[in-house]
């Protein structure tokens, strides 16, 4: 096995981690007829509290939480399929491996919201905590947290609304993830929505494959990085949150993400 066999091994690995902690939220429902649509968010735990952090202008303030509904994987991981099956695969094909399981509600005790800058919101989760799964909370302690440094490779994993199509006989839509693997870059946007304090920017041109994916969706995922280890540096995907995407830079082609400083001190601040 050669150095690229490993290290495609090793995306696979950080993808199925990723996918543990990672939860599509629906907002249709709550957004009546104005928006019709969903995010990305992670399970996150901040402080002994359980979380779901997403976007503020996903979950924005005037939506009800009992209108809301979330995906999620209990026991596993989202399973990731090439944008090529997923577009132009046959019905037959789709319904063989498409995850059968379809948004519940979960009840929020709580929302934490910050500035629009920030564009986060900490949905905080009571008892049920238990019943999604503990585990898939990932802990974030504030004298752990690693900023982002140009150049780091990041990882990624959201519900693009470009990755949508009909699964069932019966007209039913099914979300399918899109899995990016990029680079922070060192580089600086003019414009009033950008703090360099605050945000970091990641390359979101083609893929390897020399697909683009459109980002609507994909808001509120987690950019995610990896401490190398084992034996050969790549086995073990030791995964940490670094930020929260949330926006895109059409002309320059790059995500707008928000540090994970700045999540922690929402949660530890209100």
Known sequence: MNDSDLEQQARNAVAEAIGYHTVAIDFSR???EKDKGWGTGSFVRIGGKYFIVTCKHVVKPEYKSEDLRYLYKGGESFRWVDKEVITKGSLSQIERIIDKKFP??????????SDDLDDFVLLEIG??????????????????VRGPEANT??????????????VTKKGELGLFIFYGVSSIIDKEINASDFDPKRHFLIDFGPTETGDTIDPHGLSGCGVWARSPSGKDRLWTPNIYLIGIQHGYFRRSRVLKATNINQLIRLATNG
């Open 104 to 113: 519940s509600e979960i009840p929020i005790l709580n929302r934490i919201y």
């Open 127 to 144: 008892p049920c905590a238990g019943e999604i799964g503990s585990n898939k909370f990932l802990e974030i302690k504030s004298n752990d």
């Open 153 to 166: 490779l990041v990882y990624f994993m959201g519900f693009s609304t470009e990755l949508t199509r009909v």
């Open 30 to 32: 709550a957004a009546k």
